[in-house]
């Protein structure tokens, strides 16, 4: 600070201070503005820190829900009367429905009567079963009680003898015996019951093939390591013409949901040679060097997951080195569908690549997660998520209806709240709000993927998230968790062709383990009818495989959503009124 003794004298000396002045002030408000965009990410650290992971999921069932910017139009008006019309017959049935549920639901102790029961009767002492006036007592009936038991698996050694026939005294005739079926491993050592077992236990219930010896070990046999892996490899050349067919299925489906997490990889002892037009290979060789430059004997590579959202309800997993577009480029090479992801700048631009044979569109889950993730603004968020959840009651009522008349009430609801969220969004100039703030960040967001976020309206077979695709991951992340890396390419593509089978298995409630042998049975009788293995069709033909307890948990789930967004309807409508 000058002294007042100090000042300049003359008018452009004058000038000049005050220009000094304003710059430094500029300065000290840059820098405060960054401290401030700074101490809002640590306390967000800290927040997560000591409070743990948040769900983005908001609702607001209180009766202090503020009022929303587009609820003057006609158009919201009559989309609200018909949804409260609804609330009621939600809440009604539901009511009903749950009330006989708890009438049936009786609470049942007995054990399924499918379980083989053995009998054993106690033998009594002598003074139980002897009388000291009449002797010996006579048995009038049985207290009968049930102990669940669990015995370990039971392995055993089937012994085949084919028999040899030949005419005796005549060489010249040769030996004839019955032709030997085609079996996974040579010689018939294994059948494909144990590879069932294996890759369910791996790629299902999470467990490394070191921790599978245990297991196998307590039934009585300790197969090595290297036996185990070679049954995984015989599935592997057994299902692959299966696998591609249930790839170009996903491939020709109306819409897509993509997504990828990471999957550590051991790097080779030699860099791999780039092949010439071979994006792949050269990617890796690329990875390879870029890894051994650092000192590094990992790399951390990507398993990508492709969800069919429609017509093929199959998960396909794609190990990757990179999370270059590569990957999708090829998944998608001859494809015209929609596509539907987070708006990383890999997926746009495989899309914009695709001269118009891909769509792309945005998943409301990543935005609304931006906006619940700001710390700044309070107020604001609240109301755009608010806004947000509007879109999502939406959801709920269009759930179980068919597409077309889902996309019906898109176009006649949706589009009025996303009218709506859109003039608010244009109501809040951009400059007002800190330009590093994770609000701001937010609304660029949603301002940059506008056209995208609206797309899902216009077709009822796209949700409106890419959430059920995303959770897809966690099966990677258990897995991850549990054998760590994978040990080059062709184990984590491996991996990945396991995790197609069981995912897409485990998609349709089907018992994993069961499924699988069925599949490798009918494979190795020469079944080419691939249609016929596929998890929605097979599970036609095989109820008894259904874990239906799944069903009924999502279904009631379900069921649960719904009546919660019809209490807020009711709510809403009764705060109104006062």
């Not at 009022?67 to 009621?88: G, H, K, N, T, V």
């Not at 299902?239 to 109306?254: C, G, N, S, W």
Request: with cysteine.
């Amino acid at each position: 600070m000058h002294d007042a003794t100090d000042m300049p004298k003359d008018l452009a000396s004058c000038w000049a201070t005050i220009q000094a002045q304003a710059d430094a002030n500029a300065q000290q408000a840059q820098k405060i503005e960054e401290l401030t965009t700074e101490m809002e990410k640590l306390r967000k650290m800290l927040s997560h820190f000591v409070n743990g992971h948040t769900s983005e999921k908001r609702v607001f069932p209180d009766a202090r829900q503020t009022y929303l910017p587009f609820e003057d139009s006609q158009e919201y008006q009559e989309a609200r009367a018909e949804a409260e019309a609804e609330a009621e017959r939600i809440i009604q049935t539901y009511t009903v429905r749950r009330s006989v549920r708890k009438q049936n639901r009786r609470r049942d102790e007995s054990f399924p009567s499918h379980l083989r029961r053995e009998e054993q009767i106690v033998d009594a002492t002598g003074a139980v079963s002897q009388c000291p006036m009449h002797g010996a007592r006579t048995v009038i009936g049985y207290d009968t009680t049930e102990t669940l038991i669990h015995r370990r698996p039971e392995l055993y050694v089937l012994v085949k003898k084919y028999p040899k026939y030949a005419c005796e005294g005549h060489a010249e005739c040769g030996v004839g015996s019955p032709e030997r079926p085609t079996s996974l491993v040579e010689g018939d050592r294994y059948s494909t019951s144990i590879a069932a077992a294996i890759v369910e236990a791996k790629w299902f219930h999470y467990l490394p093939l070191y921790r599978q010896q245990d297991l196998f070990a307590g039934s009585g046999w300790v197969p090595s390591r290297s036996t185990l892996k070679n049954v995984v490899g015989k599935v592997e050349f057994a299902v692959d013409p299966f696998l591609l067919f249930m790839t170009r299925r996903v491939q020709a489906d109306i819409g897509v949901g993509i997504d990828d997490t990471s999957c550590r990889m051991l790097l080779p002892q030699v860099i791999p040679e780039a092949i010439p037009g071979d994006a792949k290979s050269q990617r890796l060789a690329e990875k390879v060097a870029e890894a051994r430059a650092k000192k590094q004997d990992s790399l951390l590579a990507k398993m990508w997951v492709y969800s069919g959202l429609h017509l093929a309800p199959y998960n396909i997993f794609d190990f990757r080195v990179s999370r270059h577009r590569d990957g999708p480029d090829d998944f998608f090479q001859h494809s015209r569908c929609k596509v539907q992801g987070d708006c990383f700048s890999g997926n746009l631009s495989v899309v914009l690549k695709s001269d118009e044979r891909l769509e792309f569109v945005a998943c409301w889950g990543h935005a609304r997660r931006k906006v619940t993730e700001a710390e700044t603004y309070q107020a604001e968020a609240e109301q755009l998520l608010r806004m947000i959840q509007a879109l999502y009651d939406i959801e709920t009522r269009a759930k179980d209806m068919t597409w077309h008349d889902r996309e019906a009430l898109r176009k006649r609801e949706s589009s009025v709240v996303l009218n709506g969220i859109k003039a608010w969004l244009d109501s809040i100039p951009l400059q007002t709000v800190l330009p590093k703030s994770d609000f701001a960040e937010a609304l660029r967001y949603l301002h940059n993927h506008w056209e995208s976020l609206n797309a899902f309206v216009q077709d009822g077979r796209i949700p409106i998230d890419n959430n059920s695709v995303e959770q897809l991951m966690k099966q990677v992340a258990l897995g991850r968790k549990a054998w760590l890396f994978v040990g080059n390419v062709e184990a984590g593509e491996q991996s990945a062709k396991m995790m197609t089978l069981v995912s897409s298995a485990r998609r349709h409630d089907l018992d994993v383990g069961v499924y699988i042998q069925d599949v490798l049975d009918q494979l190795l009788a020469g079944q080419t009818d691939y249609e016929s293995l596929l998890p929605d069709v097979w599970k036609k033909s095989h109820p008894e495989a259904v874990r239906v307890y799944r069903q009924e948990e999502r279904r009631d789930k379900a069921d649960r959503k719904q009546y919660e967004a019809a209490q807020r309807r009711r709510t809403r409508r009764a705060l109104d009124k006062r």
